[in-house]
């Protein structure tokens, strides 16, 4: 994609307070490229990309290898955030290193899907469990093996509705699978 280059000059101590901030807000060229995108299209800001500040310049670098399907799909990502690909990935790094991920909105729309989802299947749970409660009223029924395994599906759903509440909140501990 071909973009125009706009070059500006600044007073040393205000270029360094914009670096201060464009360091958290992905760099300053991203800064810039939203502040412009804010003035041209009559919008707000974004802060979509949100990294904490370093205490010292970053002097060391890796080197990472990625197949071509994954290599593209890290150009969208970081088109996407008007980023290049080494600033994408140290975002990336970087959010990973120092905070818990903020899901996107459309992430929290889905979790909240998933989250009533599970408390649907609990009040269907709960409704035969009183009608097992009923049941075992009944002369000559042992449905106390039932009952414990509907509690502890009551209680599965519960620790599901946690993790996904916990998950809205950026806490991923659950989905991390055992390697």
Do not use: C
């Given at each position: 994609?071909?973009?125009?280059?706009?070059?500006?000059?600044?007073?040393?101590?205000l270029a360094?307070?914009?670096?201060?901030?464009?360091?958290?807000?992905?760099?300053?060229?991203?800064?810039?490229?939203?502040?412009?995108?804010?003035?041209?299209?009559?919008?707000?800001?974004?802060?979509?990309?949100?990294?904490?500040?370093?205490?010292?310049?970053?002097?060391?670098?890796?080197?990472?290898?990625?197949?071509?399907?994954?290599?593209?799909?890290?150009?969208?990502?970081?088109?996407?955030?008007?980023?290049?690909?080494?600033?994408?990935?140290?975002?990336?790094?970087?959010?990973?290193?120092?905070?818990?991920?903020?899901?996107?909105?459309?992430?929290?729309?889905?979790?909240?899907?998933?989250?009533?989802?599970?408390?649907?299947?609990?009040?269907?749970?709960?409704?035969?469990?009183?009608?097992?409660?009923?049941?075992?009223?009944?002369?000559?029924?042992?449905?106390?093996?039932?009952?414990?395994?509907?509690?502890?599906?009551?209680?599965?759903?519960?620790?599901?509705?946690?993790?996904?509440n916990k998950?809205?909140?950026?806490?991923?501990?659950?989905?991390?699978?055992?390697?």
């Open positions: 994609m071909d973009m125009a280059l706009i070059s500006l000059r600044l007073p040393d101590d360094a307070r914009f670096d201060a901030i464009a360091e958290g807000e992905g760099g300053r060229s991203a800064l810039i490229r939203r502040l412009v995108t804010a003035v041209v299209e009559g919008g707000v800001v974004s802060t979509a990309v949100e990294v904490p500040k370093r205490s010292t310049p970053a002097t060391r670098r890796i080197e990472a290898v990625f197949t071509g399907e994954e290599f593209a799909l890290i150009e969208k990502a970081a088109a996407e955030m008007e980023l290049t690909r080494s600033a994408w990935l140290g975002v990336v790094a970087r959010r990973r290193i120092h905070q818990r991920p903020k899901p996107t909105p459309r992430d929290l729309r889905e979790l909240a899907g998933i989250r009533d989802e599970i408390r649907r299947i609990g009040v269907n749970v709960n409704q035969i469990a009183q009608a097992a409660n009923y049941a075992a009223r009944q002369p000559g029924i042992d449905f106390r093996p039932e009952l414990r395994r509907l509690e502890a599906m009551r209680a599965q759903l519960a620790e599901w509705i946690s993790a996904v998950a809205r909140q950026g806490d991923l501990s659950f989905w991390h699978t055992p390697s």
